[in-house]
């Protein structure tokens, strides 16, 4: 069974651009959540979706967004881009049952630097 | 979610076994015991989850005491590539906004040597 896949799996852009990154989860994997490690620094919760509704969001703030589709895949969009974006992203996948979260299962990463 | 407190760094020797150790002195009745690794770059990898019980898989053990209060993960027979960062975090399973993300501490960095 194939795994959380995350492309690209590098990005390089420049202040001020837009970075699209996206993630397909686990077949039968209702729940996508996108997390930031930046250099040296820990991973931080960015969003929770489920459903194709936004559950939650970590502090951040509203440049970084994102979308779930239909088939559960899952967009982060990184608007007006800073030097300090620069970091893995990190998607998960879940299955949630209910009033039930279950295990998260992390992909590769996409690696955005900005420059 | 409660927090939780690892040793920053630990070395074991090929072929033996790591005990990985956790403090979660805060943990609430409902909330579980997950442990994951991060091989440098990598995503991060589920090992194993627990609420009370002793959990066994093919890859570790972990191992919660009576209180709950702290708990170890323990890769029986450690190779090289277990070098890893090892994270523990305590979660609830409930499908509600806060509680379904991870919040990750620093881990423990684990150096497996010849």
């Known amino acids: 069974e194939a795994g959380v896949t995350q492309s690209p799996t590098h990005l390089i852009k420049t202040r001020g651009q837009q970075a699209t990154l996206r993630c397909s989860p686990i077949?039968?994997?209702?729940?996508v959540y996108w997390y930031q490690q930046a250099l040296g620094l820990g991973l931080q919760f960015l969003l929770w979706?489920?459903?194709?509704?936004?559950?939650n969001r970590g502090n951040f703030p509203p440049r970084f967004s994102g979308r779930q589709f239909p088939n559960y895949s899952s967009e982060l969009n990184v608007n007006a881009l800073e030097l300090e974006d620069s970091a893995l992203y990190l998607c998960?996948?879940?299955?949630?049952?209910?009033?039930?979260?279950?295990?998260?299962?992390f992909g590769p990463g996409t690696r955005l630097t900005v420059l | 979610d409660a927090k939780t407190t690892q040793p920053p760094s630990m070395d074991c020797a090929e072929g033996r076994a790591a005990n990985l150790p956790c403090n979660h002195s805060?943990?609430?009745?409902?909330?579980?015991v997950y442990w994951y690794r991060q091989i440098h770059s990598q995503g991060p990898q589920y090992i194993i989850h627990?609420?009370?019980n002793n959990e066994t898989n093919e890859m570790a053990s972990l191992i919660i005491t009576e209180d709950r209060k702290s708990s170890t993960l323990i890769l029986p027979h450690a190779t090289l590539r277990d070098t890893a960062v090892y994270y523990c975090?305590?979660?609830?399973?409930?499908?509600?906004?806060?509680?379904?993300?991870?919040?990750f501490g620093t881990g423990t960095r684990l150096q497996v040597t010849l």
């Open positions: 998960a996948s879940s299955l949630v049952q209910g009033r039930t979260a279950d295990t998260q299962y």
């Open positions: 077949s039968g994997h209702t729940s």
């Open positions: 979706y489920d459903e194709g509704e936004e559950r």
């Open positions: 805060t943990i609430s009745g409902n909330e579980y």
């Open positions: 627990g609420l009370k």
């Open positions: 975090i305590v979660r609830q399973k409930l499908n509600t906004g806060t509680a379904s993300k991870l919040t």
